[in-house]
């Protein structure tokens, strides 16, 4: 018995090329969109914890100063290992 996408028996789960890849991108920006929201969990977090030290109703100007300053370096140290790790992909893949 032939199984297709899907785990469908015979032809019927049978998708075109077309369809396959608009499920993939849906997919890819699925994931993007879940590493984004974690990205931004994580460095808010990280930030508040560093930044707040006796939580109130509101942030004090040095308290969101820091904030800012904390997101700035964590963005930017994200993305430079973001783009040293996709080098390091790059340059795996070209060896093969």
Known sequence: ???NSFGSPGGAGKMDSAKKGQIMEEVRTQIALANAQELLQKMTDKCFKKCV??????????EQKCIAMCMDRYMDSWNTVSKAYN????RE???H
């Open 1 to 3: 018995m032939d199984m």
């Open 53 to 62: 030290n006796k939580p109130g109703t509101t942030l004090d100007s040095s």
């Open 87 to 90: 080098a390091r992909l790059q």
């Open 93 to 95: 893949h070209n060896k």
